[in-house]
Structures are given as C-alpha cells and as structure tokens.
C-alpha cells in the first residue's frame, strides 16, 4: 500500500508539472496582450517598455513561467489588471464558489441515487421510462436557457430578483428574512448547476445497477427469500458504486472550479466569473493560479476515486 502511494504521489507530480507548463505556454502565447488591454494606446513606447519590465514579459517564457511559480509559491503573485495579490482575490471568490457547488452536489448524489436503483427495480415500467426521458431532457437541454426560463418564471410567479448572492436592499430585513434571502438566492443557480449531474448520475446508477444484479450472488440472496430493499442496497448497490465513484471524482475539482456560465447568468460572485474576467484581460497570474488549482483538485479527486475502489470492493488491491 505503502508502494501505491509512494508511485502516485509521484505520478501526481509529474502529471501537475506538465500541466502547469503547457498551460503557461498556450496562455502566454495567445494573441492579445495584458499591456495593450489595460493602457491607452497613444501612450509612449517607453511607459509600455518599462510596463513591459514591471510585469515581467521582456523575459524569454521559461524564465516567466519560473518567476510565476517562484511568486506563486512565495505568496508575491499579483493580478495585471488591478495590482491586488492573486491569492487575495481568489480567496474572496473561492468561499462563494463551493458553497454554490457544495448544495448542488449534496442535491445531485441525495437524489440520483436512489433514483438509479428505483428505475433499476422497475425495469422498462412507467415510470422508469418517464425517469429516462427526463434524464436525456436534463442532460441534451442547455443549462443557460434553464437558467433563464427559470429566472423568467421565478421573477413573473414571484417578483422576487433572482441574481447576486442577495437582493440589493436588506437593511429593514430581519435575521430570518435576511437568511431566507441568501437560500432563495443560493437554490435556484444550485437547481440549474444539478440537473445535468442529476440526469447523469441517475443513468448510471441504474445502468450500473442492472449489470450487478444479474449476477449469481444477487440471484442467490433473493433465491434465500431476503427482501428486495435489503438485496439491492446491501448486497447489489455496494459493487455497482464504482462506476459513482469515478464520477464522484471528477466531481471534486467542480466544487471549487466554479462555473463560467452558471455565475455569469445568476451574477455570482465565484471564481468562474473570476476566471473569465482574467482570461478577458489576459492576466497570466490569476488564470494560471485557477488553472493550477483546478489541476490540482482533479488529480486529487483521481487519487481519491482510486483508494474509494478499494473501499467500494475489497477485491481491488494496490500492490
């Protein structure tokens, strides 16, 4: 075991190095300027020379992308747009990030579940096929125009705004009206966020759970008379969890990558906006930072997928 961790650490090591490096690559060299997008441009060629010094990019691009890590590391990263640290920034946005997402997967896996398994029961009945023509509708329909026929139809049933984290007028609010008015504000972008992985996750499940309970140890446990709930749950629902399980992995980099059209449509103050406005400026520091995290994250969720298998099913070993 001690082997296993040892190898993928390292894996993870090199697999984040290469990433960092051709994304340093790819952005830096992209057309566009953050000189040219930040200053007037009738200002003198010697103001954007010196500019040019300040932000480090008369240096050839392997002593930038070292002088990026070097201030990334030593907390000295600062934004091209505005000055303020990266860091800094990151952490006003990151906090509002994983709240939205953190209610979105708790819907996600506390609903697609036992959806899955109910549809796998019921095998081609009513309503399993009502379940999957839902989940294709949720998974083909565009989040953006549910989010809108949703803003559309909250706003005419209710007349109550819908974006931001909270109305813009609470000073007369109460504790209560005040806390209601953030969990309004925060269900409906995390409704949006959960359909599709809502849809997905269902399919699977269900998928997953057929191809288990054709297996002969099912057929025994419910040849022995044991009831269906305890067959599918206890016995047939633990081996069907692996295909969840890497899903659930790639689920962990979402909760703080944030999403760029979701934030954008309900004005969420969360790192997809964030990262969008850096990418808009061409600020190499913030949209390295983010990408650097959100590498980070997926190949922890990876890692933690792979121990999950293990715990999932006892057969899988690391040797």
Not at 15 to 29: D, K, P, R
Request: aromatic letters at 12%; glycine letters at 8%; a positive charge.
């Amino acid at each position: 075991m001690a082997k296993f961790f040892l190898r993928k650490l390292f894996q993870l090591f090199l697999t984040l190095v290469g990433i960092s490096v051709l994304s340093w690559v790819v952005i830096t060299q992209a057309p566009g300027s953050p000189i040219a997008l930040t200053m007037d441009p009738k200002v003198s060629p010697q103001i954007i020379e010196q500019m040019m010094k300040n932000y480090d990019l008369d240096k050839p691009i392997h002593q930038q992308y070292y002088l990026w890590l070097k201030k990334l590391f030593t907390g000295k990263l600062y934004s091209f747009k505005d000055g303020r640290p990266v860091l800094e920034k990151i952490n006003e946005r990151i906090w509002n990030t994983l709240l939205l997402n953190l209610v979105a997967t708790i819907i996600v896996f506390s609903l697609a579940i036992p959806l899955g398994v109910f549809s796998a029961k019921r095998q081609y009945s009513f309503l399993d096929n009502l379940g999957t023509f839902g989940a294709y509708l949720g998974i083909s329909a565009p989040g953006f125009w549910l989010a809108y026929l949703l803003i559309l139809g909250t706003v005419e049933l209710f007349g109550y705004p819908v974006l931001g984290m909270r109305s813009f007028v609470t000073e007369d609010f109460t504790t209560v009206e005040m806390v209601m008015d953030r969990i309004w504000h925060l269900m409906l972008p995390s409704i949006i966020l959960a359909i599709g992985g809502l849809a997905g996750l269902s399919r699977y499940t269900r998928s997953s759970m057929l191809e288990v309970v054709r297996q002969d140890y099912v057929r025994t446990a419910k040849a022995k008379g044991l009831p269906d709930d305890h067959v599918y749950y206890k016995h047939a629902l633990r081996n069907a969890l692996l295909p969840i399980i890497t899903i659930f992995g790639f689920l962990i980099p979402d909760l703080i990558g944030g999403s760029i059209i979701m934030e954008s449509v309900f004005a969420w103050p969360g790192i997809g906006r964030l990262s969008y406005q850096a990418v808009l400026a061409r600020d190499y520091p913030v949209v390295m930072t983010i990408l650097s995290i959100s590498a980070v994250l997926t190949l922890v969720g990876n890692f933690i997928a792979d121990i999950l298998y293990g715990i999932a099913d006892p057969r899988i070993r690391y040797g």
